[in-house]
């Protein structure tokens, strides 16, 4: 137990309602309930976006913490004890093991967590989406952390001036590489742009070292010849003296670029900027949101949450994002708008392929 202060964001998916475009009032309540009672935490803010749960929790226990890790994982089995009695919509969906066993990592949730010395003002953003997968935060971080159209202060505000190194995983391969920017800015896109592979994980300031974001980004598992383990991501932002101030954070979204996921995580769709009241995906299940709820650390309480793009600011985005909606849908099963054959998450080729088995003939 130290002085830093560590700012633990963990989410998942314990039963929809209705379907799997909300969470019910009784498992935030649930939630709110078990989070209440421990002693461990200093503060923390359950909230929802779609049909996943995100415990957002400030303490003094540094990242990958078991008593809060445990904590989580107990108050989502608390949580889907209750969505099985509602028969809610995949009551359980994301526990995927029976019991916990150190570290709610590689176990279904989603974990984003940063150890951090809070400043004289610590202003940072929980950004949350559904209906997508942990690369989508790889445009909006880069246009955050290391566009100077974006970010205005990469240019005239000498504490961002010297840049910020990008870590990156693999999540096929299971590994990291670091980049610093602006030098190595191409060299970063190569990977960043392929976001179903290659996931920003963090972003640190090369003046201070310390940490400005980070994210959910978890590996792939290779499953029956195909790469599962798309979640619906979260990640958190540092703002403001020396990161991106709140606007510049939030600017990226201003344009809803296409991410993966939608219906059975399996098409391509615009991610939407959304208030935590409009965050139910319903049109085709999406498309896919992101809501961003900004706080004030004090002392490590959670002073909040701002609901940013409940603003009308953000109205032109959503306009854009339906209009991309429209479009894409008009495609219906041809690609882009359904995604690669390997990108998919649900595909029925293998028992087409069967069926159709002795009907293909050589072509020369
Ligand atoms: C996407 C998602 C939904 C479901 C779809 C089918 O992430 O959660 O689009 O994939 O509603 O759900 P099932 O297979 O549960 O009927
Ligand atoms: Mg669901
Ligand atoms: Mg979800």
Request: hydrophobic share 40%; net charge negative; proline share 6%.
């Amino acid at each position: 137990m130290g002085d830093k202060l560590t700012l633990s964001t963990i989410k998942a998916d314990v039963g929809g309602f209705v379907g799997h475009c909300g969470v019910h009032p009784d498992l935030l309540d649930e939630a709110r309930q078990r989070l209440a009672e421990s002693e461990l935490l200093l503060d923390f803010h359950v909230t929802s976006v779609g049909d996943d749960i995100n415990l957002i929790m400030t303490h003094r226990h540094g990242v990958e913490h078991e008593g809060v890790h445990r904590l989580a994982w107990d108050t989502f089995v608390a949580c889907t004890g209750i969505a099985r009695k509602l028969k809610l919509y995949g009551a359980g969906q994301d526990l995927l093991k029976d019991a916990f066993s150190g570290n709610v990592k590689g176990m279904g949730p989603g974990v984003a967590e940063m150890e951090l010395e809070e400043r004289e003002s610590e202003p940072v953003i929980v950004f949350m989406a559904d209906k997508t997968e942990p690369g989508a935060w790889n445009y909006p971080l880069f246009k955050m952390f290391a566009d100077p159209f974006n970010t205005a202060g990469l240019v005239i505000d000498p504490k961002l001036h010297g840049g910020f190194r990008f870590e990156v995983h693999d999540l096929m391969e299971h590994k990291a590489v670091d980049f610093n920017l602006p030098e190595e800015m191409y060299d970063l896109l190569v990977f960043i742009g392929a976001p179903g592979r290659f996931a920003i994980k963090s972003i640190f300031s090369r003046e201070t070292g310390w940490i400005g974001a980070t994210s959910s980004t978890q590996k792939l598992n290779l499953l029956a010849g195909r790469y599962v383990g798309k979640d619906d991501p979260v990640c958190m932002v540092r703002c403001q003296s020396g990161f991106p101030a709140v606007g510049e954070a939030l600017e990226p979204f201003a344009l809803p670029h296409l991410v993966s996921g939608w219906m059975r995580g399996s098409h391509s769709g615009p991610l939407m900027p959304v208030s935590h009241k409009q965050a139910h995906p319903t049109r085709f299940d999406g498309p896919p949101r992101v809501i961003a709820l900004g706080f004030q650390l004090c002392q490590g309480k959670l002073i909040g949450p701002q609901d940013f793009f409940a603003d009308p600011s953000y109205d032109r985005a959503r306009q854009v994002a339906n209009e991309i909606a429209d479009y894409l849908r008009r495609l219906g099963p041809f690609e882009p708008h359904r995604l690669g054959l390997e990108q998919m998450e649900y595909t029925t080729m293998p028992q087409v392929m069967t069926k159709l088995q002795g009907r293909f003939r050589e072509v020369d």
